[in-house]
């Protein structure tokens, strides 16, 4: 699968806004950004990219247990990420780590999950509402459906304010889209009339698997059968995603009810470091994604407007900095104590915990010299 | 004092009231727990007290139910489903197992998820395959979750108001066989911990330790046993998981025998975690092996079998005779 006669296109491949009939209700929101957010979308997408060849790089020099990239869907992950509002809830999958910089996650956190320090563990109200990735595949649609459910049952939507009324988004992959969770939560959210987005990212590969073996369908029809409207973009274009977002989510807090949108982009690298793509995709394919490239035609778009060498070269130095600084920071890191795995099992005290705890410190300490 | 003389599913059906009275976070999910009162009843009336934003009637699909409760306990609600039957629990055991019970842990503490999970469950009501089940241990076998049963319809007025108050995920099973039985709830009294294992007879000679359903089966044979000559002492369990072992350690300090009894296969369950922890904490004491009294290790089986597959007061005394005989 590849772009369709139904996919809606901003920015061209050239750089250059798409005018049209198709493209009019979702102009606007592009026409209300100012020089300076246009800037931010490139660089962030920039940044993360060397963030992530730099993390797969960590991986491969074995200080990483795996990576996750994201490279080649940073506009998809940019734009409907700017165009989530404060007060809104993100729930993603496994892969958006620019929407967690975005909204305040320091990268070393996801890091520190996949050098085998943590689970993720980051607070989401401390983190602008951005929740903890999910492993298992569609799980986190059920769990954004309920939050919305909630949102809903607190009168915190709806009210006519788009600056207090909540939404919800939620990320998932197109392999996700087979799991039973995920086609749940759909029906859950179309019973309720939740105020939130299904975002779904098609990056075509559900690890060797393609999506046509999947869906025999296009995948933004499938909603359709659980009367959620949806739409499909170009997701390599960050103004399409950025705006198309944004009039999902407006239309969900607004009392419309819930949402679905399919970005189709593409898993430029492995599904993780622990895969080899080599084995089952043809190269064509990859040629057709690299001329979509969202970075490439973000700065032809930003030149095209007088955007000069100057700042692609800071941006640049921002991304390396970055990279630097992590790289830095991954070396540095410890391991943490034993405690950890007991501390927070249940959240009140619990005697299996603490008689399993006691035991491993005296074991422990029956070592000359006392725990390790 | 104010004492009713209440059925558990009536008993259930109150405590559910009351926690819906004193929390505006309380909320019930479930299929067709709002007008209809679930298929038990143990929510009529509730639907029509207190509307369909607190007593949901959800789309029939148990991973949604369990999945969604576990996104509006992220939006500080207080979920308690309804699974309708113990076989049909295994739809949600993803969302139970991978989500619910990992979360708190997986955010290090900043979220609980209070988290109700109701499953009628056991056998004794002559029903279809997947109706009669006791999956309890596959839920006690996953850290991150509490599993309680009641016994009694005093005790289910308030273990349920309990696990409500929990911020850990609970599984309370409620039996069915007990759900028509009447007994004294003491609607007044100040409640107990969820956690507390209750000698529910006291003897001298074997003890007998079960939940749920077997705790009735159990007082029977000791009836008998007494009868016949056999000081048994009898432990309601009420938690599965955790275990209060300190009220069972003293009883079989005392007695020096122990039988465990329990609807669901004998293969790593409930009974044999007991087993294995009386046997290294209470060695000394012991006059004879700890035994199990068990479902078999089958499926379970249609109806018309199952009396004979379902522990009974005979099978139970069966193992209090051979204690007595080492």
């Given at each position: 699968m590849s772009y369709t006669a139904a996919t809606v296109q901003l920015l061209s491949t050239e750089g250059t806004l798409v005018t049209s009939d198709a493209t009019a209700e979702y102009l606007p929101y592009i026409e209300k950004l100012t020089d300076d957010q246009l800037r931010d979308f490139h660089r962030q997408m920039v940044v993360i990219r060397k963030f992530d060849i730099d993390a797969a790089n960590l991986q491969r020099q074995g200080q990483l247990a795996m990576w996750i990239p994201s490279l080649g869907q940073e506009a998809a992950q940019v734009g409907s990420g700017y165009a989530a509002k404060p007060q809104d809830h993100i729930f993603p999958s496994y892969r958006e780590h620019v929407i967690a910089r975005i909204r305040g996650v320091d990268l070393m956190r996801i890091i520190e999950m996949l050098r085998g320090l943590s689970h993720g563990g980051w607070d989401p109200k401390e983190h602008n509402n951005f929740h903890l990735y999910t492993l298992v595949l569609g799980s986190q649609t059920l769990h954004a459906t309920g939050y919305a459910m909630g949102v809903l049952f607190d009168g915190a939507t709806g009210t006519g304010n788009p600056d207090t009324d909540e939404a919800v988004i939620v990320y998932f992959g197109d392999?996700?889209?087979?799991?039973?969770?995920?086609?749940?939560?759909?029906?859950?959210?179309?019973?309720?009339?939740?105020?939130?987005v299904f975002f779904l990212q098609n990056n075509h590969w559900a690890i060797s698997v393609p999506v046509t073996r999947q869906s025999r369908t296009p995948l933004y029809l499938r909603p359709g059968g659980f009367g959620i409207p949806g739409v499909q973009i170009d997701g390599n274009d960050v103004l399409a995603s950025y705006a198309v977002t944004s009039a999902n989510l407006d239309a969900a807090r607004s009392g419309g009810g819930p949402r679905f949108i399919e970005a189709l982009t593409y898993r430029m690298g492995a599904h993780t470091t622990s895969d080899d793509p080599t084995k089952y995709r043809d190269i064509e394919e990859l040629e057709f994604w690299t001329k979509a490239d969202p970075i490439t035609r973000m700065e032809k778009f930003l030149r095209a407007r007088g955007e000069g060498d100057a700042f692609f070269a800071e941006i640049e130095v921002e991304a390396n900095d970055l990279a630097a600084d992590i790289r830095h920071r991954t070396l540095a890191l410890g391991v943490p104590d034993a405690e950890k795995m007991f501390n927070h099992v249940y959240s009140e005290p619990h005697p299996l915990m603490d008689a399993e705890q006691a035991w491993l410190e005296n074991y422990e300490q029956s070592f000359e010299g006392g725990a390790a | 004092m104010s004492v009713e003389n209440l059925s558990m599913a009536k008993a259930l059906n109150q405590g559910l009231r009351q926690a819906m009275l004193d929390d505006p976070k309380v909320l019930l999910m479930g299929e067709d727990i709002g007008p209809l009162g679930?298929?038990?009843?143990?929510?009529?009336?509730?639907?029509?007290?207190?509307?369909?934003?607190?007593?949901?009637?959800?789309?029939?699909?148990?991973?949604?139910?369990?999945?969604?409760?576990?996104?509006?306990?992220?939006?500080?609600?207080?979920?308690?489903?309804?699974?309708?039957?113990?076989?049909?629990?295994?739809?949600?055991?993803?969302?139970?197992?991978?989500?619910?019970?990992?979360?708190?842990?997986?955010?290090?503490?900043?979220?609980?998820?209070?988290?109700?999970?109701?499953?009628?469950?056991?056998?004794?009501?002559?029903?279809?395959?997947?109706?009669?089940?006791?999956?309890?241990?596959?839920?006690?076998?996953?850290?991150?979750?509490?599993?309680?049963?009641?016994?009694?319809?005093?005790?289910?007025?308030?273990?349920?108001?309990?696990?409500?108050?929990?911020?850990?995920?609970?599984?309370?099973?409620?039996?069915?066989?007990?759900?028509?039985?009447?007994?004294?709830?003491?609607?007044?009294?100040?409640?107990?911990?969820l956690h507390a294992t209750r000698v529910v007879r006291e003897g001298t000679e074997v003890t007998l330790v079960g939940y749920g359903p077997m705790v009735a089966m159990l007082l029977q044979a000791a009836e008998i046993a007494a009868a016949e000559g056999t000081s048994v002492e009898v432990i309601d369990l009420r938690s599965i998981s955790p275990i209060d072992y300190e009220p069972i350690i003293?009883?079989?300090?005392?007695?020096?025998?122990?039988?465990?009894?329990?609807?669901?296969?004998?293969?790593?369950?409930?009974?044999?975690?007991?087993?294995?922890?009386?046997?290294?904490?209470?060695?000394?004491?012991?006059?004879?092996?700890?035994?199990?009294?068990?479902?078999?290790d089958t499926p379970f089986p249609p109806a018309k079998l199952e009396t004979v597959y379902l522990p009974d007061a005979d099978r139970i005394l069966e193992a209090v005779d051979r204690a007595m005989a080492y």
């Open positions: 392999g996700a889209t087979s799991q039973g969770d995920a086609n749940e939560a759909l029906v859950f959210a179309a019973s309720y009339q939740t105020p939130q | 679930g298929v038990f009843r143990v929510t009529e009336g509730l639907h029509a007290e207190f509307g369909s934003t607190r007593v949901l009637d959800t789309p029939l699909a148990e991973s949604g139910i369990v999945g969604t409760a576990i996104g509006l306990a992220m939006r500080g609600y207080r979920p308690v489903c309804e699974i309708q039957f113990d076989g049909f629990i295994f739809p949600a055991f993803d969302q139970i197992t991978t989500q619910l019970a990992k979360l708190t842990s997986r955010h290090e503490g900043s979220l609980t998820m209070p988290v109700v999970i109701r499953v009628p469950f056991g056998g004794h009501i002559g029903a279809v395959e997947h109706h009669q089940e006791s999956p309890e241990a596959y839920f006690a076998h996953t850290p991150g979750l509490r599993v309680v049963s009641p016994s009694n319809a005093h005790d289910g007025y308030w273990m349920i108001q309990e696990a409500i108050k929990s911020n850990d995920p609970v599984i309370f099973f409620e039996p069915k066989s007990r759900y028509w039985p009447k007994g004294d709830v003491d609607t007044s009294a100040s409640g107990f911990p003293a009883s079989v300090q005392k007695t020096g025998r122990l039988v465990v009894a329990q609807e669901a296969p004998g293969f790593v369950s409930v009974g044999s975690e007991i087993a294995a922890t009386v046997t290294e904490r209470c060695f000394y004491s012991l006059e004879a092996p700890v035994l199990r009294v068990a479902g078999f």
